[in-house]
């Protein structure tokens, strides 16, 4: 079980308050319940046509998976830093959905929001 200085010092690396959460196009968010650290991926991703729908998914799964794959690097090598304890973190789940929030028949563009949710067990 986490001491209540790291799970202070695991909010303050991934504290994502104005102009230190995302570069505008992107965010990633954090929440701790519990044991469990739950990192949020949201985009929002303009789709030319519904032939190039799945590799534009593609390619947004693989810089979601990128870019949390890197916030989770960089929280660890933080953590010791400021603690001197290693943080072990578990995947438990982690998924991705596409919600189209704009569509018309006469247009071809989709607008829609790309989310990854990876959900990790924290031990240390």
């Known amino acids: 079980m986490l001491s209540m200085q790291e799970i202070n010092a695991i909010g303050n690396i991934l504290d994502s308050t104005v102009g230190r959460g995302g570069d505008g196009s992107r965010s990633v968010t954090a929440a701790i319940s519990g044991d469990v650290l739950t990192l949020k991926f949201a985009t929002i991703v303009n789709f030319a046509s519904e ?3 799945r590799q534009q ?3 947004l799964t693989e810089e979601s998976i990128a870019v949390l794959s890197d916030r989770i690097s960089s929280l660890k090598k933080e953590f010791k830093d400021l603690t001197g304890n290693t943080l072990l973190l578990k995947e438990i789940s982690n998924r991705d959905s596409i919600e189209i929030i704009s569509a018309t028949a006469n247009s ?3 607008i829609a929001y790309y989310r990854r949710n ?3 067990q924290i031990s240390n």
């Open 57 to 59: 998914a593609d390619r």
């Open 51 to 53: 032939t190039s729908l």
């Open 108 to 110: 071809l563009r989709k």
């Open 118 to 120: 990876a959900q990790l």
